[in-house]
């Protein structure tokens, strides 16, 4: 489906902020962005996802979409993503991660993005929890584009994660009824090993400078 919206100018002109759409952004100083720009009705599950992976100790930014429905007309594609405090959020940082719900039934993560290295890691650390996941070859999936949201960052090499449908199902209770909606532990599981694959690479980073 075609976006509605080419670009967040066109966005903000034609929604109204706190009514239809929400923008959050908790800046640390971190190497690490942690960013969900299709969040609330438009990927439900996935601000709840960003915002507790990234806790106090990396950048978090959310877009979330408030309206009662047709969110999905919210959505503007992470190669044009241009909201400003999603930019900054991401540019600001040395590796930008970008949460996503993809529409597939089956309880699988894609992995994309230009960070080779901390896909491997990334992969890795969900398959030791029992969570399938996947290096993406699948077109639209792959977010190896420049331009894309997640890449961005300063070292033009972040990390794209698209959470299916099917394991957003499991992390949350009621996942489209947002009053309803309550974190499983299979959420905290993925959390947990998300939070650890970025351990080792602050790590890493850490021994870089």
């Known amino acids: 489906m075609t976006d509605k919206y080419k670009n967040f100018d066109e966005l903000k002109q034609n929604e109204v902020e706190n009514k239809d759409y929400k923008i959050l952004y908790r800046e640390v100083n971190s190497k690490f962005a942690i960013i969900a720009p299709h969040g609330g009705g438009i990927e439900p599950g996935t601000i709840d996802i960003a915002d507790i992976t990234a806790g106090c100790d990396y ?7 408030l309206k009662k429905k047709q969110n999905k007309i919210l959505h503007i ?9 999603g930019l900054k959020a991401s540019q600001n940082a ?5 949460i996503h719900g993809s529409k597939y039934k089956k309880e699988i993560v894609h992995i994309g993005g230009k960070n080779h290295d901390l896909k491997e890691k990334i992969m ?44 957003r199902e499991k992390m949350f209770d009621n ?5 309803l909606r309550n974190k499983t532990p299979v959420f ?8 650890q694959a970025l351990m080792f690479e602050k790590l890493h980073q850490n021994c870089l400078d």
Do not use: M, W
């Open 59 to 65: 950048t978090f930014y959310g877009f979330k979409g």
């Open 124 to 167: 890795y650390s969900l398959k030791s929890s029992g969570f399938y996941s996947v290096i993406s070859d699948i077109p639209g999936l792959k977010g190896i584009k420049p331009e894309n949201i997640c890449n961005q960052c300063r070292s033009k090499k972040g990390v794209q994660l698209e959470i299916s449908r099917g394991l």
């Open 175 to 179: 996942l489209d009824h947002r009053l």
């Open 188 to 195: 905290y599981k993925f959390v947990n090993a998300l939070r």
């Open 77 to 85: 594609t992470s190669r044009a993503f241009d909201e400003p405090s």
């Open 94 to 98: 040395i590796i930008t991660i970008s």
